[in-house]
C-alpha cells in the first residue's frame, strides 16, 4: 500500500504550489485539494500557456490523474463553472478528470456578501481577505448550518438555500452595507447545474479505496503554513487547516497513511493582505523583488508585501509540518542582489529569541545573517552541480538550519525550469 504525499505552502501562500503539483503529477494517480476554497490561486505555465487555478487540483493537465476537490475545500459553483468551461474550452476532458467531494460546502452568494461587510466594518483592521466568501462559509460549516455539494441533488435544496440565505440577509441587517446579489445568484444557480454533470462522490471512500490499490496520492494545499487558522498570524489568517494536519480532516486520509510532506517555500517571502511580517522590507530592495518576481497575486491582482526570507518562521512550519522534502521556489529571482540576507532570530524588548512569538508586532526586529549573492542568472542551470558556489551555500545553509533536504529547486514559471534532486 503507499502513503499519501502531501506538498503544502510554508510561508504565507503564493509559494509556487500550482507549479510544483504540476511538475510532480505524473508520478501520482491522484491529485487531490483537501483545504481552502477560491482564496486560492494556482499559477501553472507549460507550453507557453499560463493558467490560474482556484479551485480545481493542479493534476487537471495531464492525462490520465484523477483529480478530486476533498471535503475540506469550499466551492463557490460559479468560480468551479467558470474554470471548468476554461479548462474545457482548451480541449480537457475535465469532467473525466474531475470529482468532488458530496461534503465539501458550498459558498453562498450571501456568504461572499458577508464577507465583504464584515471586513468593510474593520475599517483599518481589515484581514486583507480575498473577499470570496471563506471565512463565512466555514463559520457556517462549524456553526452546522452549511450546505453541501451532495446536498444539490436533494427534493429540498431549494428551500434549504432560501432558509440559509434568509438567515444571513437577518445578519446583514446589523451593517451598514448595500448589495445585490440578484445577478451573483443567477450564476450561482448556473453553476449548480454544472457541478449536477459531475461525479460527486464519497471522497473519504474513493481516496481510502485507491490508496489501498496501490495507487499513489498527492494531496495539494493552498495557502501557507503561516495562515494556518491555529497557527498562523491570528486573526490575520485564512479560515482552514492549512497544515498537513488538514489532509486527514479534509480527505478523509489517516495519519498512518501519510507518505513524504514536501514544504514549499520561496527563496525570499512574501505576504498579500494586512497582518504580521517580520522581514517586510518597505524600501527599495522590496520594490525589486516585487518587481522581478513579478509579485501580484493570482487572485485579486494585489501588489504582495516582500522581503527577506524568514528563518525562524520556516523552522516552525516545518515542525508543526513534518516536512520531509523542501522544495526552494523562485531562486532565479534573486539573481541580481550584492547580498541577501536571512532572518535567524528576532529581537524583542532587546532580547533575541528564536521562536515565532505569540504577537509578532511591530517592535519585533528581525536579525539577519548575510549572504553573498550569486549575481548570475541561473534559470538555465539543469543540474545541482551545476549552480554557482554562493547558491550552493544557501540552499545548503538552509537544510542545515532545518534539518530537511531541499529536493528540488525551481529557477523559473515552466514546469521544464525544475531541478530535482
Ligand atoms: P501558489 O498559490 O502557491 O500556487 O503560487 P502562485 O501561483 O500564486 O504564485 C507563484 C507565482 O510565481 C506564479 O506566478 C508562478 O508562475 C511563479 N513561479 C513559480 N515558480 C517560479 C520560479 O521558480 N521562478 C519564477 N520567477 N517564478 C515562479
Ligand atoms: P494560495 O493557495 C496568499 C490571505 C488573504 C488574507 C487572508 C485571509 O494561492 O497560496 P481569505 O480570503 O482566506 O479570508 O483571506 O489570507 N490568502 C492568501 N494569501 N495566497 C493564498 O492562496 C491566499 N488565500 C488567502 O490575502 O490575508
Ligand atoms: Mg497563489
Redesign the pocket.
Known sequence: MKKADVVL?LQ????G?GKVVDVLTPEYNVVARFQ?GP????SIHFAGQSFVLHTIPSGIFRDGTINIIGNGVVVDPVILADEIAAIEAMGVDVAGRLRISKKAHLILPTHRII?AASEAAKGKAK??????G??PAYMDKTGRNGLRVGDIVSPQFMERYERLKNKHMELLKQYDYDYDIAEYEKEWFEGIGTLRRFELIESEYAINDLIAADASVLAEG???SM?DVDFGTYP????SNTLCAGVCTGLGVAPTHIGEVYGIFKAYCTR????PFPTELFDETGEKLRSVGREFG??TGRPRRCGWLDMVALKYAVMMNGVTGLIMMKSDVLNDFETIKVATAYELDGQRIDYFPYEAADDLKPVYREFEGWNCDICNIRKYEDFPQAFREYVEFIERETGVPVKIISVGPDRDETIVR
Open positions: 505552502g504565507w501562500g503564493d509559494e504550489k481552502g482564496n486560492a490561486g494556482h464577507d484581514i486583507g481577505s480575498t473577499l470570496k471563506i471565512g493552498a495557502q501557507g495562515l490575520f489568517v485564512t479560515s498579500v493582505g494586512s497582518g493570482a487572485t
